[in-house]
């Protein structure tokens, strides 16, 4: 039934070509030899220790990419939502919408989080100085983590394009930056109408 090269063990036949190299604890010893897996079958406690530490370093590392990465949209979002509300305000002032000015207000010095909104104001009126003459239109703040570097603190920048050229009133400089890295984002208003970032 079996070739030449099968062995006996107690009553059991084992092809020599199929046998596992280990052997049952119960079958060690039968034929005289000794089995291969001793009495230890875990693992010890440093082993585990050793992959807890690892797990734990991969995932600080993932946590902190992931927040990093997290914070860097944030930049960017902001950046892009006032570059947008900048153009909507110079174009929105173009086509006289409403009859009035429109403006971008950024103000860096209320707690505890800065914000920034798109307003329109008659003609006659100077801005942000003639509060009651005022319509804001959308209101946003910076998001977590971020903020202005100009204006400076305690400052504000006021922004208002003139109606039918969209001139605005100064030429002016934006910067916002994530608080953590000191990544930063710069957003140029030009004395001939051009908004950049």
């Known amino acids: 039934m079996f070739n030449k090269k099968s062995r006996q063990l107690g009553t059991k036949y084992y092809p020599a070509s199929t046998r596992s190299p280990r052997l049952r604890k119960d079958e060690a ?3 005289g030899e000794a089995g291969v897996l001793g009495t230890n ?6 082993e585990l220790m050793i992959v807890a530490a690892i797990g734990v370093i991969l995932l600080s590392i993932g946590f902190l990419s992931l927040r990093s990465f ?7 979002n902001d950046a892009e939502t006032i570059f947008a509300l900048l153009r909507a305000a110079q174009e929105k002032s173009i086509s ?7 403006g971008v207000y950024l103000d860096n010095q ?15 009126m100077v801005g942000v100085e003639d509060m009651p003459a005022l319509t804001i239109n959308i209101t ?16 504000t920048i006021n922004i208002m394009f ?8 100064t030429s002016t400089t934006v910067i916002i930056f994530a608080e953590q890295s000191g990544d930063q984002k710069v ?7 051009r908004v950049s970032y």
């Open 29 to 31: 010893g039968v034929s």
């Open 41 to 46: 079958q875990g693992f010890t406690l440093i």
């Open 70 to 76: 997290r914070i860097g949209q944030n930049l960017e």
């Open 96 to 102: 006289q919408e409403g009859d009035t000015r429109w």
């Open 162 to 169: 003139s109606r039918a050229t969209g001139y605005p009133n």
């Open 187 to 193: 957003i140029t208003v030009g004395s001939n109408g």
């Open 140 to 155: 946003r703040t910076l998001n977590s983590g971020i903020d202005f570097a100009e204006p400076t603190s305690g400052s």
């Open 110 to 124: 209320t707690s505890p989080r800065n914000f920034y909104y798109l307003y329109q104001v008659a003609e006659g």
